[in-house]
């Protein structure tokens, strides 16, 4: 074997390719579902994967550039991978780095997703006919792993200073899952986000009802006036204040106080059956998300926040507030508490679907 900082065997290059990009894969797809701070290791390892994968592509891209210059057509979607690699790190950073490099109306966290889709793909049919593992003599090289060692240690290193850097430079600090903070405390002027067709039109509190069902003793229903009390406005006799994060998977967080119904007092009044193990929260639109009962206890069905009547877009008159879940959780418009035996799995359709149906 050649000696010299750059003699990695070309299969443990690729092998570690691979390994990165399953990581940035796993933790990519993971991190849109950390919303707990003992979940912060998640976009860690996402972020550290990434600074492993640029030296890793860098061998690759010298070793076969003379394949790629004698172009034949067979070299096109090997190519077509690297660039959509090479895009997928930029949007990365540049999301880190909070520098532009929007597409449309689109943040560089979203074509960020949208492109480490494209790798996945790709790289499917770029190892259809290609894979080889690393034989053990290739792993057994002391110096190589230590080179291994020292590039995660960068990787880490780089991880650990770009909060000091975004510091320095005066750009808002992201939360450990990669968001922005904005509107915090400011009653209904953050973000709206709903998924493309989830758009009802205004519920009208005076005929709309909360309904508590399923696996039940007494099913029951709600409507506005009892669930907020006379006043509608803070400080109704069951009213609760929750200060909790919103934080939506397109990169922005809001910090509130939002004030409502406990999920335990809807759910006494009802009296869950002992098979009760989930609880779904259904909105009007027919998006819905469960989470396991003893959490539903404490979750908070809002009707305001920071003291003001939620509005529309933010879900009027009742909305999930579920602290430690991202914000495609927190379902709006709700009007039925279904109490399961089982997760209900449709629901991982459900939100993408509802309003188209
Ligand atoms: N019914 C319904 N609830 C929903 C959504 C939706 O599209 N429909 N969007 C979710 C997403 S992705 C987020 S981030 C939050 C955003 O809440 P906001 O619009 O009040 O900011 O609501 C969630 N609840
Ligand atoms: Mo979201």
Redesign the pocket.
């Not at 953050?190 to 998924?195: A, E, K």
């Given at each position: 074997m050649p000696s010299g900082s750059l003699s990695v065997p070309p299969r443990v290059v690729d092998g570690s390719l691979l390994v990165s990009v399953l990581i940035l894969l796993g933790t990519g797809i993971g991190g849109l579902l950390a919303g707990r701070t003992g979940q912060w290791w998640v976009m860690a390892l996402h972020g550290i994967a990434g600074v492993v994968l640029v030296p890793l592509l860098v061998l690759k891209l010298r070793r076969v550039a003379p394949r790629v210059r004698s172009a034949s057509p067979t070299v096109l979607p090997s190519l077509l991978l690297a660039l959509i690699t090479g895009l997928a790190l930029m949007t990365g950073l540049a999301w880190t780095l909070g520098t532009g490099l929007d597409v449309g109306p689109f943040r560089p966290l979203v074509v960020h997703g949208a492109l480490g889709v494209g790798v996945a793909l790709l790289l499917i049919v770029h190892l259809r006919d290609r894979f080889r593992l690393p034989t053990r003599d290739d792993l057994a090289d002391r110096r190589l792993a230590l080179r291994y060692a020292a590039l995660i240690g960068v990787g880490a290193v780089a991880w650990r200073t770009q909060p000091v850097v975004n510091r320095l430079r005066d750009v808002t600090p992201r939360r450990f899952t990669g968001s922005r903070e904005t509107g915090s405390d400011g009653g209904n002027s953050?973000?709206?986000?709903?998924?493309v067709a989830?758009d009802p039109d205004p519920v009208d509190p005076g005929s709309w009802s909360l309904r508590v069902d399923g696996l039940v003793q007494t099913p029951r229903t709600f409507d506005y006036k009892e669930l907020v009390g006379e006043r509608d406005g803070t400080g109704s006799d069951r009213e609760t204040t929750l200060r909790a994060v919103?934080d939506?998977?397109?990169g922005w967080y809001s910090i509130h106080d939002w004030q409502g119904i406990r999920g335990a007092e809807v759910l006494a009044a009802a009296k869950p059956t002992d098979a009760a193990r989930w609880v779904t929260f259904h909105?009007v639109?027919g998006?819905r998300w469960s989470v396991p009962i003893e959490e539903a206890q404490s979750v908070l069905l809002a009707t305001h926040v920071d003291g003001v009547r939620l509005s529309h877009?933010?879900?009027f008159p009742l909305?999930l507030v579920a602290p430690g879940r991202r914000?495609?959780q927190?379902?709006?418009?709700i009007d039925r508490v279904e109490v399961r035996h089982r997760r209900d799995v449709g629901e991982l359709v459900a939100i993408f679907v509802?309003g188209f149906v």
């Open positions: 953050f973000p709206v986000t709903s998924w989830d919103l939506c998977t397109s909105s639109t998006y877009g933010h879900g909305r914000g495609f927190w379902v709006k418009w509802s």
